[in-house]
């Protein structure tokens, strides 16, 4: 219920009601998710174009409620930001996917996730200080993967961040390029070390001809900036073969695997040959 501010009246809309109620629960099971082992990453696997080789993965948060079965993160990650849970949960992801790392072979990195709310927080390049350290794997084996949004709030302040994540030897990748307000201006000022562009312009890449010219811009770009380019969202071979004909760096997608727990890594081996 809520009042109107004009009569002080207070008047129920039941839809509301509903979907308001529904995201207060899922939020406070959340809180009990974390402690109660119903969280768990899955990683999915990212390689070269060129050759096929394995470059590392992805770690993708899943969740299993006990009553309503697996939930995606694009449902509970807005509502743990929302409620300030995302600091402990993405600290959680951050430990379990450095872990998992330290144990696999030494050439593959892992690449995390990072909220907005994570990257205003000043304390976020000693807290990744501490989990390298606590986990033992080495800085330049971690990479974080950043949207636009999360660096436009402040500006300077996640320069600032930024730039020590990147003394410490982590690496840090541009996630969803191409969909935010500004990602010339965002490439121009923050030092990413890599560009991961968005799923939505490997889709119509064989269809058509103007994301086709986008992209190719983008790789020329990104070539005199000299950082590589991820294609997300590699769904079928046509858009490998088109990839590799313009010398995309590294792509990531369902062809090449899918999200899935940490046994993938050793059941992969070296290399995926599509095509
Ligand atoms: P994202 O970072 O852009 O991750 C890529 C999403 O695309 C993942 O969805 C992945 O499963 C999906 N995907 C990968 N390849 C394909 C493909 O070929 N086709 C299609 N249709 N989908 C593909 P997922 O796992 O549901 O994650 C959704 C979003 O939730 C992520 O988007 C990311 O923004 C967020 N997220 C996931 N895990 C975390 C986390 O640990 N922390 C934070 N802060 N956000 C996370
Ligand atoms: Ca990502
Ligand atoms: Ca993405
Ligand atoms: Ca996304």
Redesign the pocket.
Known sequence: AKADPLTNICFYDPALGEAVRESRALASDLRQAIESDQLTL?Y?VQTSIGSGEIRGY????RWTHPERGNI???RF?PLAEANGL?LQL?DW?LRRACLDAAAWPSHLKVA????AIQLTHIALPQQIHQVLIETGLPPARLEI?L?ETALIKDKAQSLHIMRQIKALGVSIAL??FGTGYSSLDTLRTFPFDKIKLD?SFTDELKTDPRSLAVVRAVLTLARSLGIPVLA????TVEQLELLRIEHCDEG????LGR?APKDVVSQLGQRIEVG
């Open positions: 899955h999915q992805e770690a993708l948060l995606p993160p694009s990650i995302i993405g992801v995390v996730n990072l909220s993967e949207t996630d969803d799923k997300e969202g590699i769904e990531q997608g369902y062809l999200p």
